[in-house]
């Protein structure tokens, strides 16, 4: 399985970035996309989830209403939209796949596969 993590930048607070996440290597019936970010020094900090499925979705409770996370199943791509973007929201993004299991949504050892990271920095 390879993930490959686009559309990092720099930019201003209010701003808006769409984070890809383009998957290959199997099909991911019954599994789960989610993107984590992290910034120096801190952990791993779950940001939101989406079941291939049925495309159900979960947040942060730091970024509910602020984040959008869709699929495309046909392009096997997973896009996290970021709006009204704060300078806390500076960090390394990564998206991460695996297997469905609602109770440990938001642990990082739930995912097996993981993206190379994209940076998104918000300037105050």
């Known amino acids: 399985v390879q993930l490959q993590a686009s559309g990092g930048g720099l930019v201003q607070a209010g701003d808006s970035l769409r984070l890809s996440c383009a998957a290959s290597?199997?099909?991911?019936?019954?599994?789960?996309m989610a993107w984590f970010r992290q910034v120096l020094g801190k952990e791993r900090e779950f940001v939101a989830a989406?079941?291939?499925?049925?495309?159900?979705?979960y947040f942060a409770d730091s970024v509910r209403g602020r984040f959008t996370i869709s699929r495309d199943n046909a392009k096997n791509t997973v896009y996290l939209q970021v709006n009204s973007l704060k300078p806390e929201d500076t960090a390394v993004y990564y998206c991460a796949v695996g297997i469905f299991r609602p109770s440990v949504i938001r642990s990082d050892s739930q995912y097996g596969y993981w993206g190379q990271g994209t940076l998104v920095t918000v300037s105050s």
């Open positions: 290597g199997r099909t991911f019936s019954g599994y789960i």
């Open positions: 989406i079941t291939w499925n049925s495309g159900m979705t």
